[in-house]
Every structure is written in C-alpha cells, then in structure tokens.
C-alpha cells in the first residue's frame, strides 16, 4: 500500500475509534446520568439479548421457578453492562493506538487495557500515545465512578418502592384484592376517610414514573417476596379507588380519581420507555379483560360483608369500566412484561397468562 493509501487507512480507523468512543460515552452518560427516560441503543440491546435467553429460560416452567431466574436477569445486566462500555472504550483506543503507529494486535490490546485500567504495565513514549494512554485512564475512571453513584441511587429508589408495596399489602391482602382492601377498610371504619391513602399513592407513582424511566433496570427489579409485585400492587390501588368511586355508596372522593389518573399516566410513561402499545385515547364503551360478571361477583361479595353499595349496580358497572379503560391494557401489558405474580384482574389475564 502506497502512502497515501496507508494516510487514508489510518485516518479512517482514527475516525472509527473516536465514533466507538463518542457513541459509548454518550450511552453511558445517558444511561447512568441523563435524569431522564432516554432509550439507550447499547442499553437496550443488551437487555434484549439477555432477556431473549431469560425468557426461553423460564417458557415453560413453574411461576416459583420463572420467580427464582428472572430475579437474576436485571443484576446480571447491570453486573455485564459497565464491562461492555469498558470493553468498547478498550477497542476504540486500540484502533486509536494503530492509527497513530500501526503495530501488532496483542500489543494493542496490552497498551490500550493497560492505560483503560491504570495498571500501567505498558506504555509507550511519544506524545500522541501518551495523550491517548491519558485520557483512556481517566474515561475508565470515571466509568467506574458513574457506577458506583448509580447503584446506591437505583437501590434508594427500589426500597421506597417496595415500602409501600409491603404497605399496601398490610391493607389489600397477598395476593392484593379489591374485595379485601374495601372489607378491611370498612371493618376498621375508614371507608369515608381514605384520603391520605390515595394522596400517597399519588406520590408513589409520580416517583414511579421518574425512577423506572430514568432508572429502566428498576422496572425488572422483583420484589423479595416472590408473590410481591410493584404492577400488581399499582394495578390494585387503581382497581380499588375505581371500585370505590363507582359501586361503593359513600362521598365521592376526588383524590382517589386523582390517584387513578396519576396512575395510568404513570404506567403509560413506562410503557412508552419500552415501546409496549396501548390505547392512548380510550372511548368509553370499549371492551376491558374484565366482565361484568365479575364486577357482580366482587359487589355480591362486598354486600356480603355489609359494605354500603350503590343502588343502581349496571351504572355502577359502566362507571367502573369507564375508569378501567384508561390502564386496563398498559396494566396487562407490564404485568407480562415484568412476569408479575398472580393477582386477580391484573396478572391472571396477562397476555404471560393467557
């Protein structure tokens, strides 16, 4: 090859590796700094790639079994993707490396995993690989350092999560049912005065939304009791304020309309981060996976306990669906994808279910 050529060549792989750099600082950043929902290219791969074993894993097995696996699928994706950005900031400075003085494979790899790593085992005394050997160390340094932040605060916000999941539990039953989160209520002589149960539910899924858009490995964080799911329980706390302000013959109470609409919103915010498909602008009198059968059932149970119902039932059956329709089908579509535990009107009737 001519000098020309070989100027060409090596201003190419030059370009090449400032491209696998920039591309991969810009994923990290975006992954582990950008306090928002950014879909990542790198980063969804490798949840793709990882969840496509995890899932022909568990196809056929037990919900104990698919509990036990799919709780090591996100730690294993936040154990390999800082190794991975590592890993392309090491091939990008090799071809670096070669564009400024072409030399074997093996040597490359030496000199660029010694400056990414700082070990400092191989160097070499120009000016131009010094800058490069460098700045690899410190883009490795601070990589490192983006992980460490990034875990504690991934943590944080999964035990406020499941605080008031084991919370709502306490209230609606394992698994939690609207039957049981009304008769309790009714027993206990708050069925009018719920009102800071649903403003706090408020709170929860506006910090829903932040942190599993923000923070996506959260959304496949399980909960450490298998038959616990944060969906389930969001899932539940909008079925019950719906069941309350349609059938439940007591002052109607604003904050729990508010409660279902800071809720759907939220799920369709995650929804959208994984591109999920669901109805954006439900009509009412649109089908929902829930019969009105069952709604008389559910009533036929609560009258069985003494809780104060609404006269006309097939009105409060339409006021229920119309609130349903706004999350029926993102709530069903998370519960698959998250592989949530069983939970009547959520879970049993996932597409994961059907």
Not at 293 to 322: H, I, M, N, S, T
Request: proline residues 6%; aromatic residues 12%.
């Amino acid at each position: 090859m001519n000098s020309t050529g070989m100027i060409v060549l090596r201003t190419a792989v030059f370009l090449l590796g400032l491209f696998i750099i920039g591309g991969t600082l810009v994923a990290a950043i975006k992954t582990f700094i950008l306090p928002r929902g950014v879909n990542v290219w790198l980063t969804r791969v490798v949840f793709q790639t990882i969840g496509f074993w995890f899932r022909l894993r568990v196809k056929r097995a037990t919900y104990e079994e698919r509990d036990r696996i799919m709780a090591f699928f996100p730690p294993l994706v936040l154990f390999l993707m800082p190794m991975i950005l590592l890993v392309l900031i090491l091939l990008g400075y090799m071809l670096l490396f070669w564009s400024l003085e072409p030399r074997p494979l093996p040597e490359l790899f030496y000199l660029s995993g010694s400056s990414l790593l700082t070990l400092g085992y191989a160097s070499v005394n120009t000016p131009g690989s010094k800058l490069l050997e460098f700045s690899e160390a410190m883009i490795g340094l601070v990589l490192i350092a983006m992980l460490i932040a990034y875990l504690p605060t991934m943590y944080s916000a999964f035990s406020r999560r499941e605080t008031a999941v084991v919370l709502w539990e306490a209230r609606a039953g394992s698994p939690p049912t609207v039957v049981e989160m009304i008769t309790r209520s009714y027993r206990t002589g708050e069925l009018e005065r719920l009102r800071d149960v649903w403003i706090s539910w408020q709170t929860w899924f506006a910090e829903l939304e932040e942190s599993h858009t923000s923070l996506s490995p959260l959304v496949f964080f399980r909960s450490p009791q298998a038959q616990r799911s944060w969906i389930t329980a969001a899932g539940n706390v909008m079925d019950s304020a719906a069941m309350m302000l349609s059938a439940v013959d007591v002052p109607p109470n604003p904050q729990a309309a508010f409660c279902i609409r800071a809720g759907f919103l939220a799920l369709r915010q995650i929804a959208d981060f994984f591109a999920l498909p669901y109805e954006n602008n439900p009509r009412p009198g649109m089908p929902i996976s829930i019969s009105e059968y069952e709604f008389d059932k559910v009533c036929e149970q609560l009258a069985a306990q003494g809780v104060p119902l609404k006269a006309d039932r097939v009105q409060a059956w339409r006021d229920f669906a119309g609130w349903r329709i706004n999350y029926d089908d993102v709530l069903l579509s998370l519960a698959s994808l998250t592989h949530a535990p069983y939970a009547p009107w959520i879970s049993d009737r996932s597409a994961l279910n059907r």
